[in-house]
């Protein structure tokens, strides 16, 4: 898409994330790769270093085999809030968390500044009463009553620039 709402994504770099691609050739996962992927967004004007890495659970395991061969390092695990684990990733910014998640797309890793990402709520957690009743009978043929409660929200992200995509990875 050349415009977002009316605004031009060539003068208004703020509007692209960055995208390191191979032009749909999958290549190895490196360690090169992962300060380039890291480093992308602060040369860009991004803002800042990644806060968290995301990607399926076979690309988390390569980097981890990949940094467990330097025998002055092993990967250290991050204990997250709700008691989640990551493996601990060094970057030149700091330290952030390479999340694993299964709902990532293959061959591909996110890195996101989750302090640029923002939640947008049109409308507010409540029960759905649009014709002024809130219970409804069920529609099953049951003694039941049903209530809907709704939300209208979405996930964005206030500058597209500091997040990054890594993409064209191979995961074997």
């Known amino acids: ?45 991004g ?23 330097d025998r002055r390092y092993s990967p250290k695990e991050m204990t997250l809030d709700g008691g989640w684990s990551a493996v601990e990733v060094t970057h030149p910014g700091g330290k952030c968390p390479w999340i694993l998640d299964r709902m990532c797309r293959p061959n591909q890793v996110m890195a996101v500044r989750e302090q640029d990402l923002i939640y947008f709520e049109q409308e507010p957690i409540g029960w759905m009463d649009r014709d002024g009743t809130i ?10 009553y049903e209530a809907k409660l709704f939300t209208y929200s979405q996930l964005g992200a206030q500058r597209a620039n500091s997040h990054t995509l890594l993409k064209d990875i191979s995961e074997s």
Request: charged fraction near 15%; hydrophobic fraction near 40%.
């Open 47 to 69: 803002g800042g270093y990644p806060s968290a890495l995301y990607s399926r659970h076979v690309l988390g395991q390569i980097y981890a085999d990949l940094v467990r061969t």
């Open 135 to 144: 219970l409804h009978r069920a529609l099953d043929g049951t003694d039941a």
């Open 1 to 45: 898409m050349a415009t977002f709402q009316a605004l031009a994504r060539s003068s208004n770099t703020w509007l692209n994330a960055n995208v390191l691609g191979a032009s749909g050739v999958n290549r190895a996962l490196t360690l090169r790769l992962i300060d380039d992927l890291c480093l992308e967004a602060q040369k860009n004007g």
